[in-house]
């Protein structure tokens, strides 16, 4: 039994093959943790917790293993991050590995470096024959991987790790590369083999970006995995020689919900069901890619010798061969096969895409009920298939003669329970705006500031009608309602005499419903704002809402928006419906802090609808996202049924438009009237980006501008 960390270091000296280190109960900070020995088959060295959940290692703290034989059990990583690289590592340094030892019942939760783009891994698999299991990984925020398997060196190469039974919890949208939840090797070795079983883990609501496991090495299987509402898909990114098998991807409806996508050579994809997912392009139910012809190491292989059978698809809104073909990708799939496989399409026609020539894909026994077009008839059969609910949840046709279509009855659903550790939580639903208590607010000087100093996380605070002005920025660290009083007439007034009315903090969102918002006592300073994010990094992605709202007289001196962001902040949604926005002499909604072109952005889902926008000198809306990056699936705009009248006329406003979408993946502009304003310009830089430009008015203001692209 060790207490502190001058008795660990004597303890793990000398360890012997049965020994155990065992780490009182309670905090233990800024603890760099090495665990060295050499066990024997049948008697590891451990190091484990008094009680499992009880040691609670924070700060700047991490664990290095190095040896043979080594166990450890027990421990919970939260509130720090690493001081390196790696929470976990399965090195102490370059020669310095681990092999045949297991990690097994540790959680780490929200142990992420402040700083959002700073890249680090919570676990890294080095050396050979380790396992990792049972252990709960859950909120990772900053850039980098959760998890990795490293190949480069000899000995961290055919590896045959075991990955198992893990829970992977909530990973939140990161706005720009490197948030996958899984790697297997890097692009520069993954022409050699891993040989790493990923079997029976539990994928809840990964969303970092586009790739939530990427394989990037050969040989390695992927079985018994469970996929929930998890954005984007299993990825076989590089490397060949791959098996996917027995999965369950459900994706129940949520946008952008993806399975497998095939690239390289000899891949086996099989038995899996993959059920309710939205995603298209490269993030679809089942993608198939091209390559480029003699591709380098890190582009696109071509798909050759690759076998996709036994597959259920059901309801699923894509499904995609060739895809990515252009003047880069253009060597389509060959000698490849695609074979008893069954796709049900209740509700969505033209399910399959074919963006290239795909005659080196043979299709056989295929069954298809739906309205879908067919890449091939004579693989393809068009029957009614009517499907009934298993014992385990999933759904089977309920013709035996059927039983060898698609994937097989005797298909395990792995639950949730089965994963991770049994005495740490796992999270359910996010509950945020309107969960908590109701104070109700009488006008008048910072009677508004003493209500936010109570309130906790999810309350509502409601004004009677009346005047209120507030002399300090409102700083939110955990999500708030501020909203007129029922039947409250006139509307409450709020005015405020600092460069922000609010400012988001860390864990912080805002809801305002019902009020108005008065700049007129704002200091005559250039760059106030009615919202503001912190003006350093954050790790919790951020909501806004505003309904039924009037924001007015934001004109003290220049460029004052109603939100302002910092670098390195993100918007999970922005939202503004039936709101009048007048006089304003800045942007109402500027998400354009990142300019360094690396695939970065500062905002997911924008929507305005309904709403009035009158005299606003800068933008109403305002997104930069540049790079030619694919991984993200951002920034998602929607502006609708809203009127625009002298728009984006202050000679401030760089890119002299009324509303400017830079890089934005998804844009839909409808039935919106533009007077007097300057024009939409919207420039699609990367990816198959949509844009919908419809049933719009534009009175005395130029057309729109697409560049880059098309409008569709």
């Known amino acids: 039994m060790v207490r502190s960390e001058q008795e660990f270091l004597l303890a793990t000296k000398g360890l012997q093959p049965g020994d155990s280190v065992i780490l009182a109960n309670g905090q233990w900070r800024d603890f760099e943790m090495v665990f060295s020995g050499r066990g024997r088959p049948g008697q590891p060295i451990t190091l484990r917790a008094e009680t499992p959940g009880k040691v609670l290692i924070g700060g700047k703290s991490n664990l290095r293993l190095a040896g043979e034989y080594l166990l450890v059990t027990g421990l919970v990583f939260r509130d720090g991050h690493t001081p390196t690289n790696e929470v976990i590592s399965f090195r102490r340094g370059r020669d310095q590995l681990a092999n045949h030892s297991r990690v097994t019942n540790i959680v780490i939760d929200h142990y992420n470096n402040p700083e959002r783009y700073e890249r680090d891994f919570w676990v890294m698999m080095y050396g050979k024959n380790n396992r990792f299991d049972h252990n709960h990984l859950e909120g990772k925020s900053n850039a980098g991987v959760t998890m990795a398997v490293r190949l480069d060196s000899q000995g961290s190469r055919n590896n045959r790790h075991r990955i198992d039974h893990n829970y992977f919890g909530p990973r939140p949208i990161l706005g720009a590369n490197g948030g996958e939840t899984l790697r297997i090797g890097t692009s520069k070795y993954s022409l050699t083999e891993s040989e790493t079983l990923v079997e029976n883990n539990y994928f809840d609501r990964c969303n970092g970006e586009l790739e939530i496991i990427s394989n990037k090495s050969g040989k390695n299987v992927f079985r018994g995995n469970v996929f929930l509402e998890s954005r984007g898909t299993l990825t076989l990114r590089h490397g060949n020689d791959n098996l996917v098998e027995a999965n369950v991807f459900l994706g129940n409806g949520v946008e952008h919900t993806g399975g497998i996508r095939v690239i390289n050579k ?7 069901y993959l059920s309710g997912l939205t995603g298209h392009r490269f993030g679809g139910a089942l993608v198939i890619m091209n390559g480029v012809p003699d591709s380098p190491i890190n582009r696109y292989h071509q798909v050759e010798d690759s076998l996709i059978e036994n597959n259920s698809l059901i309801d699923n809104e894509h499904i995609e061969f060739a895809a990515g073909s252009d003047e880069e990708r253009s060597a389509v799939p060959i000698r490849s096969t695609f074979r008893n496989n069954l796709i049900v399409n209740s509700s969505r026609p033209n399910l399959i895409t074919v963006h290239d020539e795909i005659k080196g894909v043979s299709f056989a026994n295929n069954v298809v009920a739906g309205d879908v077009t067919l890449p091939d008839a004579l693989g393809f059969e068009r029957r009614q298939v009517a499907l009934e609910k298993n014992e385990n949840g999933l759904f089977h046709p309920l013709d035996e003669s059927l039983a060898k279509i698609g994937a097989p009855r005797s298909l395990k659903l792995l639950e949730r329970a089965q994963t991770g550790v049994s005495w740490y939580p796992k999270p359910g639903s996010a509950s945020s705006f309107d969960s908590g208590a109701t104070w109700l607010v009488d006008p008048g000087r910072d009677t508004l500031t003493g209500a936010f100093e109570k309130a906790a996380y999810g309350d509502i605070i409601e004004l009677r009608p009346g005047d209120y002005t507030v002399t300090r920025i409102l700083s939110l660290d955990r999500p708030l309602t501020v909203r007129a009083a029922a039947n409250a007439q006139p509307r409450p007034r709020i005015q405020f005499e600092r460069s922000a009315l609010f400012e988001l903090a860390e864990g912080g969102s805002l809801k305002l419903a019902g009020i108005a918002i008065d700049g007129s006592l704002a200091p005559d300073a250039s760059g106030n704002s009615v919202v503001r994010t912190s003006r350093y990094s954050m790790l919790s992605n951020y909501e806004l809402e505003v309904a039924n709202a009037e924001v007015l007289n934001l004109d003290t001196n220049h460029s004052f928006n109603f939100l302002r962001v910092s670098s390195h902040t993100f918007a999970q949604k922005v939202s503004i419906r039936g709101s ?36 606003i000198g800068g933008a109403v809306i305002s997104i930069y996202r540049g790079g030619t990056d694919e991984s993200t699936f951002g920034p998602h705009v929607r502006l609708q049924d809203s009127i625009l009248k002298t728009v984006g006329k202050n000679r401030r406003n760089r890119n002299s438009s009324a509303v400017f979408l830079h890089g934005v993946q998804q844009a839909e502009i409808r039935a919106n009237l533009f007077s007097d304003s300057q024009p939409l310009r919207i420039v699609e830089t990367v990816g198959e980006p949509i844009t919908v430009i419809r049933e719009n008015q534009w009175v005395a203001t130029p057309p729109p501008s697409v560049t880059t692209g098309g409008v569709r």
Do not use: K, P
């Open 266 to 272: 000899r891949q086996v994809i099989r038995n899996n």
């Open 580 to 615: 009048l926005f007048r006089n304003i002499s800045g942007h109402v909604i500027a998400l354009d802090r990142e300019i360094d072109d690396l695939g970065i952005y500062n905002g997911e889902y924008i929507t305005l609808t309904g709403s009035t926008f009158e005299n």
